[in-house]
C-alpha cells in the first residue's frame, strides 16, 4: 500500500495520473485548457479483488475520460474498475 490513505474496495484501482508535455513539437506552451487528458499513469493502490492483475507502481495505460477525478493533499488522482485499464506500460 502507498501512503496515500485511500483504500480502494473490490476491482477497483487508484491511479496518478501522469502529466503529459505541456509543449507542443513546435514549442508552444499549451494553456491549461487546451492539453489532452492524461492516459498514463501509476497505479498507488488496488482493491482487495483477487482478479486484479496490477501491482502498486505499475505504469498503467488507460482509456479516456475513465474513473472518478478527485484531489488529496493538492495531488490528483483516478479511482477506476480495473477493468477500464487497457495495458500495462514496460520500460
Given at each position: 500500500m502507498s501512503d496515500v490513505s485511500i483504500e480502494p474496495l473490490g476491482a477497483r484501482v487508484?491511479?496518478?495520473?501522469?502529466?503529459?508535455?505541456?509543449?507542443t513539437a513546435s514549442g508552444l506552451y499549451l494553456p491549461e485548457t487546451a492539453k489532452e487528458k492524461p492516459q498514463?499513469?501509476?497505479?498507488?493502490?488496488?482493491?482487495?479483488?483477487?482478479?486484479?492483475?496490477?501491482?502498486?507502481?505499475?505504469?498503467v495505460l488507460f482509456a479516456k475520460y475513465t474513473g472518478t477525478e478527485f484531489k488529496v493533499d493538492g495531488v490528483e488522482y483516478l479511482l477506476m474498475d480495473c477493468n477500464d485499464i487497457l495495458a500495462r506500460l514496460k520500460n
Open positions: 487508484l491511479v496518478r495520473p501522469l502529466e503529459q508535455g505541456e509543449k498514463t499513469g501509476v497505479v498507488v493502490a488496488i482493491g482487495d479483488d483477487e482478479a486484479i492483475k496490477l501491482k502498486v507502481n505499475d505504469k
